[in-house]
């Protein structure tokens, strides 16, 4: 499996980036796709997820309103797309293919992990 994460950076307070989750290798297909992320010193936790077709997605309370995610199963692609950041969503974030279509939020369901992608949002 082949996940690459990208469009991580550093920003200011307010500001907004892309994520890209790039799966070279198809894995993708026919499973839901989540994102999550991990600050310092925390443990890694839910922030999207979008099932297979793409009509419903999910979010942490943290980021709804603010998060968007969706997907192009043509280009194997889901992004993430993060506007008004926040200082707290200083995080390495992850992308992971799901075991099955449906969204969910527990992290045991996820089954291939791509390397992460730092964010870092300044105050």
């Known amino acids: 499996v082949q996940l690459q994460a990208s469009g991580g950076g550093f920003v200011q307070a307010g500001g907004f980036l892309r994520l890209s989750c790039a799966d070279s290798?198809?894995?993708?297909?026919?499973?839901?796709v989540g994102w999550f992320r991990q600050a310092p010193g925390k443990e890694r936790e839910f922030v999207a997820a979008?099932?297979?077709?793409?009509?419903?997605?999910d979010y942490a309370d943290s980021v709804k309103g603010r998060f968007t995610i969706s997907r192009d199963n043509a280009k194997n692609t889901v992004y993430l797309q993060m506007n008004s950041l926040k200082p707290e969503d200083t995080a390495v974030y992850y992308c992971?293919?799901?075991?099955?279509?449906?969204?969910?939020?527990?992290?045991?369901?996820?089954?291939?992990w791509g390397q992460g992608t730092q964010v870092t949002v300044s105050s």
């Open positions: 992971a293919v799901a075991l099955g279509p449906t969204v969910t939020k527990t992290r045991d369901r996820y089954r291939y």
């Open positions: 979008i099932s297979w077709r793409g009509p419903t997605t």
């Open positions: 290798k198809r894995t993708s297909s026919n499973n839901a």
